[in-house]
């Protein structure tokens, strides 16, 4: 069975308030979020409970090659409060349950994706990609003194298709992230470098308008910003005129690519009691099978974006 997971990706930017007793970033700076997932842990984030766990490193086996070393898969689960009505003689009474939605994660520390299986139980995708941020920022910024940052992949063609489609454009807004990725667009790159040389900022926001709908779009200029938030060091926004008046934001974490991958997850438990005679359960070479499967595909999906 396969399940639908979100491409995003991570940078990583040096605090510029020096720290002690930090370790110098590893030259491959991708390898810098290991620590934030070593072990299972619990955090908090905006009142809520978050758990990272069981991320271990996917190993290939016969039949299934990709480099090893590379590839992590764990969960990141997050606490919900759930109701049901319990029958009790006379009565019905309401019992609180706790109720983890967990979700599957895919890191690749060479070239920075992460994919994370979408669920809107859990939350939009902005909501997960916000949550993984959290995550993953107090162990990596007390290891290294470098803050990640998580946004997802959004091909630029989607912010054309809605600019396209639209008679009015009042606002345009471009987020983007201090230089990390080696293949984002050198022109973009080179334009936030020079500001980081300048003002030593993390993140540069860029924000257009014109209250009467009548902004402008310069295809060279924006295409340049656009396709350096396309791998992941930004993100987009966009007001045009909505469907029925008034106005409409559309947003890049609205529009993050996805990809089917396999699952990992046991749909069904055996019950080894309904077992033929002389059958033997062999979950644990089952689920490798799985794990091996998913980095085979994870790969090839990288190889296919040309990032290999």
Request: charged share 30%.
């Amino acid at each position: 069975m396969v399940k639908e997971y979100l491409i995003l990706r991570y940078s990583l930017v040096e605090e510029a308030q020096k720290a002690l007793n930090v370790k110098a970033i590893p030259t491959v700076k991708g390898h810098a979020i290991l620590p934030a997932i070593k072990s299972d842990r619990e955090f908090k984030s905006a009142g809520a409970l978050y758990s990272v766990l069981g991320f271990k490193e996917l190993v290939p086996s016969f039949g299934y090659d990709f480099p090893s070393e590379r590839f992590y898969c764990g969960k990141i689960a997050k606490l919900k409060k759930q109701q049901t009505g319990e029958k009790v003689p006379g009565d019905i009474v309401e019992v609180v349950h706790d109720n983890w939605i967990p979700l599957s994660v895919v890191i690749d520390i060479q070239t920075q994706h992460i994919f994370v299986r979408k669920d809107w139980r859990y939350g939009d995708p902005e909501h997960i990609a916000r949550s993984l941020q959290s995550a993953f920022t107090d162990p990596i910024l007390a290891t290294f003194n470098h803050r990640i940052f998580i946004e997802g992949k959004s091909e630029s063609a989607k912010f054309w298709n809605i600019v396209d489609s639209k008679s009015k454009i009042y606002r345009l807004e471009f987020k983007l992230i201090s230089p990390n990725i080696l293949d984002t667009n050198q022109k973009a790159r080179d334009a936030v470098e020079a500001l980081q040389d300048i003002f030593g900022q993390d993140e540069i926001d860029i924000t257009l308008k014109n209250d009467s709908g009548d902004l402008k779009v310069p295809e060279v200029l924006v295409s340049n910003y656009l396709e350096y938030i396309a791998e992941g060091e930004g993100s987009w926004g966009v007001v045009t005129e909505g469907e029925r008046g008034g106005k409409k934001a559309h947003r890049s974490n609205e529009n993050i690519d996805t990809v089917n991958l396999p699952s990992v997850e046991n749909e069904s438990q055996t019950d080894d009691s309904q077992m033929e005679l002389g059958e033997k359960a062999d979950s644990v070479h089952t689920l490798n099978y799985k794990e091996s499967n998913l980095g085979a595909e994870v790969y090839a999906t990288i190889k296919h974006m040309g990032k290999s």
